[in-house]
């Protein structure tokens, strides 16, 4: 495999979400987790222009429940996901565009409430293939996200 076209990442970077309306959010990089998660409160399914759709609550910044945006995307499907205790749980997944670096691409989330956690976001391995490199001795190798 040629690995001149992809980018070096650290552990944890800066990801921008820009059609949800997020320009900054820390993001633990999980090549464990095949599925990338968001951090979701408040979720709520509604039906526009006949698809399923969710809205939910974020809190952008770790450790500030002060801070709170509501976004709306299209539900592409319900999955089974067990989390790193193995607990199960449906969740609703979108696609959006992340923003990492000088990258932008499509990817999937799970949606959960993640305010226990210290990141609110997981970059699953399935968003890194063909564009990734993990470098697990640093953090933010990336400059914060552009638009």
């Keep these: 495999m040629n690995n001149q076209h992809l980018i070096t990442i650290g552990?944890?970077?800066?990801?921008?979400?820009?059609?949800?309306?997020?320009?900054?959010?820390?993001?633990?990089?999980?090549?464990?987790?095949?599925?990338?998660?968001?951090?979701?409160?408040?979720?709520?399914?509604?039906?526009q222009r006949g698809a399923p759709w969710v809205r939910f609550g974020v809190h952008p910044v770790q450790m500030n429940a002060n801070i709170e945006l509501i976004c709306?995307?299209?539900?592409?499907?319900?999955?089974?996901?067990?989390?790193?205790?193995?607990?199960?749980?449906?969740r609703p997944i979108i696609r959006t565009t992340i923003?990492?670096?000088?990258?932008?691409?499509?990817?999937?989330?799970?949606?959960?409430n993640r305010d226990t956690m210290r990141f609110r976001v997981l970059l699953g391995r399935t968003a890194m293939e063909g564009r990734i490199l993990v470098n697990?001795?640093?953090?933010?190798?990336q400059a914060f996200p552009t638009r």
Aim: include cysteine.
């Design 72 to 90: 709306e995307a299209e539900m592409i499907d319900e999955r089974m996901v067990s989390d790193s205790g193995g607990h199960k749980e449906v």
């Design 136 to 141: 697990p001795e640093h953090s933010y190798l």
């Design 11 to 47: 552990w944890r970077e800066w990801l921008a979400l820009p059609e949800l309306g997020i320009d900054r959010i820390k993001a633990k990089v999980d090549t464990g987790a095949r599925t990338s998660c968001l951090h979701a409160f408040s979720l709520e399914t509604f039906t």
């Design 99 to 112: 923003g990492l670096g000088q990258l932008s691409f499509t990817a999937e989330f799970t949606l959960t």
